[in-house]
């Protein structure tokens, strides 16, 4: 069976390099992973094996199943970005290379510090996931251990839709669609994700609260992940944004979906510290809760909490930028103001 997986990972890279189009890979998917697919069946031939073989092969072909459906999932980008090309192209309406002769825009300040906080977590090896902004009631609150009666749910108040489902309130609402689409991670291979995105909650604003704002989550899955691992990415993140030694504080903080579960707190930049509307004159300003995954949350995800622990943590983006341009108000973000955002502009 060893030989016969060697063939089949050979035969479907072949394949592979070969595709063009959506519907070809759809059929190598099928062919290859399909219910009646060659893996499957090779899964499926494994009752006939005894003892180590039966170990040894089912290890191996379980690892063939999941580079496939990696490389599929890579192809299936591949082929979108290909496509768009292609209808661009076809247009003749626009010149996209034409420079423009009037304003050229730019980037919102929030784009700005997500993509720079993105690049810094790409040469740590980890890769960016989009979560949806409308969710079910499941992703955003059972899957991360919030029971429909826990006290909790009622400290993210969002906005409802008619179909039952919801504006997220946190990016935590991706986690479990994530845990679920890579798997258990390989040895020596932590599952490393980024997914940055836009949170609604129904909140009384001021300075610092929006019913609409950014947040960046992180998560990282491995057989030995350790606190350790998730302070170290918490100085690395702080000291490569802010180019500058800036004082944090750590404390305990509850969040149903880590334990244990901290509070990161940054000194008020706005002030320096003395305390101002921003900071609620506390000197501090919450922007970074973070902690070890809970286990129930892992195996919600189909990983088992017996052999696996990963750190998460969810940053407070919007807050990061006011911090980092030293913005007063965050109601300044949505504003549309384009005389103040342009100023971050690089
Ligand atoms: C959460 O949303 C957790 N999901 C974060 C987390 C992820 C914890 C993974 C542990 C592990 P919290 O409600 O504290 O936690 O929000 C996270 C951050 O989002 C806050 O620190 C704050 O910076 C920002 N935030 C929350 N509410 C608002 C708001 N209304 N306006 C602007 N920023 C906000």
């Known amino acids: 069976m060893l030989d016969n997986l060697v063939k089949l990972r050979e035969q479907f890279k072949q394949e592979l390099e070969a595709v063009e189009i959506r519907e070809e890979l759809e059929s190598?998917?099928?062919?290859?992973?399909?219910?009646?697919?060659?893996?499957?069946?090779?899964?499926?031939?494994?009752?006939?094996?005894?003892?180590?073989?039966?170990?040894?092969?089912?290890?191996?072909?379980?690892?063939?199943k999941n580079d496939i459906e990696q490389s599929i999932i890579a192809y299936q980008k591949i082929i979108a970005d290909k496509e768009y090309l292609a209808e661009i192209e076809k247009s003749e309406k626009y010149d996209f290379t034409i420079p423009s002769r009037s304003n050229?825009?730019?980037?919102?300040p929030i784009t700005i510090i997500q993509k720079e906080i993105e690049d810094i977590f790409k040469t740590m090896g980890f890769i960016v996931e989009d979560g949806l902004e409308v969710q079910t009631e499941y992703n955003n609150f059972e899957a991360v251990n919030i029971p429909s009666d826990h006290p909790a749910r009622e400290m993210q108040d969002t906005y409802y839709l008619d179909n039952g489902q919801l504006l997220k309130t946190h990016t935590s609402a991706a986690q479990n669609a994530i845990m679920k689409k890579y798997g258990a991670p390989e040895p020596g291979k932590p599952l490393r994700v980024l997914f940055p995105g836009r949170c609604f909650r129904n909140e009384n604003l001021d300075a610092s609260h929006e019913n609409t704002f950014f947040q960046l989550e992180g998560m990282m899955i491995g057989e030995d992940i350790s606190i350790s691992n998730l302070i170290y990415f918490m100085k690395v993140l702080l000291s490569e944004v802010f180019k500058t030694d800036v004082k944090v504080r750590l404390r305990p903080g509850f969040f149903p979906f880590v334990e244990p579960g901290f509070e990161l707190d940054i000194n008020c930049l706005i002030c320096g510290g003395d305390g101002c509307s921003t900071?609620?004159?506390?000197?501090?300003?919450?922007?970074?809760?973070?902690?070890?995954?809970h286990p129930n949350v892992l195996e919600l995800g189909g990983i088992n909490p017996d052999k696996?622990?990963?750190?998460?943590?969810?940053?407070?983006?919007?807050?990061?930028?006011?911090?980092?341009?030293?913005?007063?108000?965050?109601?300044?973000?949505?504003?549309?103001?384009?005389?103040?955002?342009?100023?971050?502009?690089?």
């Open 28 to 64: 190598i998917r099928i062919r290859f992973i399909g219910k009646k697919g060659l893996v499957t069946s090779e899964l499926k031939n494994l009752k006939n094996l005894s003892g180590d073989m039966k170990k040894q092969a089912g290890k191996e072909v379980n690892i063939l």
């Open 104 to 108: 050229m825009g730019s980037l919102h």
């Open 279 to 293: 900071c609620k004159h506390t000197g501090w300003l919450e922007l970074l809760p973070c902690g070890m995954i």
């Open 308 to 346: 696996y622990t990963g750190f998460a943590f969810g940053l407070g983006l919007t807050r990061l930028a006011m911090m980092k341009y030293e913005i007063k108000d965050i109601r300044l973000f949505n504003s549309g103001n384009l005389k103040q955002l342009k100023q971050f502009t690089i």
